[in-house]
C-alpha cells in the first residue's frame, strides 16, 4: 500500500530556531500534498496545499513567510517553521494525495516542542 | 465557507454495543466522504470511504450511510470492542477542482468492557 514518512518525528528546538520537517510518499509519486497542524485533543487543520512544482497554497490565517513548504519533487515536500516560538509547538502532519487524486495518506507526524 | 459539523465529540458505550457518529457538511459539490480513527500520538487512519453515488457502504463491523440531499453521513459501528476506542473523524471532499479535505471536530469514542 501507499506509505508515507515524515522525519523527524520529535524535535525540541530552542526560541528563534528554524524547524525543517520532511514529507516523503515512498512507493508513489504525490503531485499534491497536504500540511496540517494538531493541537491536543483537536481536529486537523489545514494549513497548507503543496504541489509539485509551484507555490503551496496557504489556508487563511497561515503566515506563508513563517511556514515555508517546498515541494521540490514528485515524492519529497518540506514545511520549514521559521523562527519558531512556543505557540508554535504542535503536532504537525503531512499527507499525500494518491494516483487517483482521491485518498490521501498520513505521515506519522512530527512533534514540534518549541522551548 | 465551507465545514463540517460532527457529533456527538464524545460517546462512551459498553463492548458490544453499536455506536453512532454524525456528521453534516454544508458543500453541497462535496463527492467524497472518508472517516479516519487516530489513536493517541498516532496518524489518522482511514477506515472507511463513500462516494456521493452509493448510498451505504459496509465492511465488516463498519459501516456509513450517505444522504446528500439532507447533506449527512453517519458512521455505524457494530459490536464495539475495546480496541475500538480512539478518535473519529469524518471529512468532505470535492474530487474536482480543489482538493482540499474539510475536517470534522472528532469524536472520541471509549469502549468500556
Known amino acids: 500500500g501507499a506509505v508515507v514518512s515524515q522525519h523527524p518525528s520529535r524535535v525540541i528546538c530552542k526560541s528563534g530556531t528554524s524547524v525543517k520537517i520532511e514529507c516523503r510518499s515512498l512507493?508513489?509519486?504525490?503531485?499534491?500534498m497536504f500540511w496540517y497542524r494538531q493541537f491536543p485533543k483537536q481536529s486537523l487543520m489545514l494549513m497548507a496545499t503543496?504541489?509539485?512544482?509551484?507555490?503551496?497554497?496557504?489556508e487563511q490565517g497561515v503566515e506563508k513567510d513563517k511556514f515555508l513548504i517546498n515541494h521540490a519533487s514528485l515524492t519529497l515536500s518540506t514545511l520549514t517553521v521559521t523562527s519558531a516560538h512556543p505557540e508554535d509547538s504542535s503536532f504537525y502532519i503531512c499527507?499525500?494525495?494518491?494516483?487517483?487524486?482521491?485518498?490521501?495518506?498520513f505521515g506519522p507526524g512530527t512533534r514540534l516542542l518549541v522551548l | 465557507g465551507e465545514n463540517v459539523e460532527q457529533h456527538p465529540s464524545t460517546l462512551s458505550v459498553q463492548e458490544g454495543d453499536s455506536a453512532v457518529i454524525k456528521c453534516t457538511y454544508s458543500?453541497?459539490?462535496?463527492?467524497?466522504f472518508p472517516w479516519y480513527k487516530q489513536e493517541l500520538g498516532k496518524r489518522p487512519q482511514l477506515i472507511i470511504d463513500?462516494?456521493?453515488?452509493?448510498g451505504e457502504k459496509k465492511d465488516q463491523r463498519i459501516a456509513v450511510t450517505l444522504n446528500k440531499t439532507a447533506k449527512h453521513f453517519s458512521l455505524h459501528i457494530t459490536e464495539t470492542q475495546p480496541e475500538d476506542s480512539a478518535v473519529y473523524f469524518c471529512?468532505?471532499?470535492?474530487?474536482?477542482?480543489?482538493?482540499?479535505?474539510?475536517f470534522g471536530t472528532g469524536t472520541r469514542l471509549k469502549v468500556l468492557a
Open positions: 499527507s499525500a494525495l494518491g494516483l487517483l487524486q482521491e485518498t490521501q495518506y
Open positions: 503543496s504541489n509539485e512544482g509551484s507555490k503551496a497554497t496557504y
Open positions: 458543500d453541497s459539490a462535496s463527492n467524497y
Open positions: 471529512a468532505a471532499k470535492r474530487t474536482s477542482g480543489t482538493y482540499k479535505y474539510i
Open positions: 512507493d508513489f509519486q504525490a503531485t499534491t
Open positions: 463513500i462516494r456521493s453515488n452509493v
